[in-house]
């Protein structure tokens, strides 16, 4: 198993600019999750879901868009990046609510 | 929506010390209270949970009690170790949603 994978690692943008962060999971798990991390502030949840074809909103959802289409995927979507989005983001999946959550290794993105 | 504040936010110990980190939630629903060790560079690690119907649970050096009534609960690192040092976060779990995160502890521990 590879358990949670990320891509890219790394990645600059600049302002306006848009791209997709790709999460995906192995271990067939139903609920995945998008968390932000800024120092000092723990992690923030940005989205998660709860099976395929079911998203939601977390703590700070404001710039990002996510769809589930598959049980292994859930991509994140920046639609026009901005400075306060340079974080490092973490996707994460788990069984089901309550349980342990499988973290990836993270992808730091700098906006300039 | 649930609030977990966690202390200290640095903690220094000499190798062999015990190290204790604190959080307090706010939400009486939580029910499940992980403990995630993240080390520099990867991503959050679970090393040890507590479920709102046990009092404490132990894991070799690891152990966490949890006081519902006070809505607060603790890691203890028995023994330290160089190789326990690292940023540790705590969370709660209300069941509805994802996880919410205390801000962090970096616990150094010096040889």
């Known amino acids: 198993n590879a358990g949670v994978t990320q891509t890219p690692k790394f990645q600059v943008l600049k302002t306006g600019q848009s791209m997709t962060l790709q999460c995906a999971q192995d271990?067939?798990?139903?609920?995945m999750s998008w968390y932000r991390q800024d120092p000092g502030m723990g992690l923030r949840l940005i989205h998660y879901s709860v099976g395929a074809g079911i998203t939601d909103q977390g703590e700070v959802p404001n710039g990002y868009n996510v769809s589930r289409s598959t049980t292994e995927d859930f991509p994140l979507r920046l639609l026009s990046a901005a400075p306060s989005q340079t974080s490092v983001y973490f996707c994460a999946s788990s069984y089901g609510s309550g349980g342990e959550q499988f973290f990836g290794p993270g992808t730091r993105l700098t906006v300039l | 929506g649930e609030n977990v504040e966690q202390h200290p936010s640095t903690l220094s110990v000499q190798e062999g010390d015990s190290a204790v980190i604190k959080c307090t939630y706010s939400d009486s629903a939580s029910n499940y209270f992980p403990w995630y060790k993240q080390e520099l560079g990867k991503g959050p690690q679970l090393i040890i949970d507590?479920?709102?119907?046990?009092g404490e649970k132990k894991d070799q050096r690891i152990a966490v009690t949890l006081n519902k009534t006070a809505k607060h609960f603790s890691l203890h690192i028995t023994e330290t170790q160089p190789e326990d040092s690292a940023v540790y976060f705590c969370a709660a779990d209300t069941g509805r949603r994802a996880l919410t995160f205390g801000s962090g502890t970096r616990l150094q521990v010096q040889p």
């Open positions: 507590i479920r709102s119907n046990v």
């Open positions: 271990m067939n798990h139903e609920y």
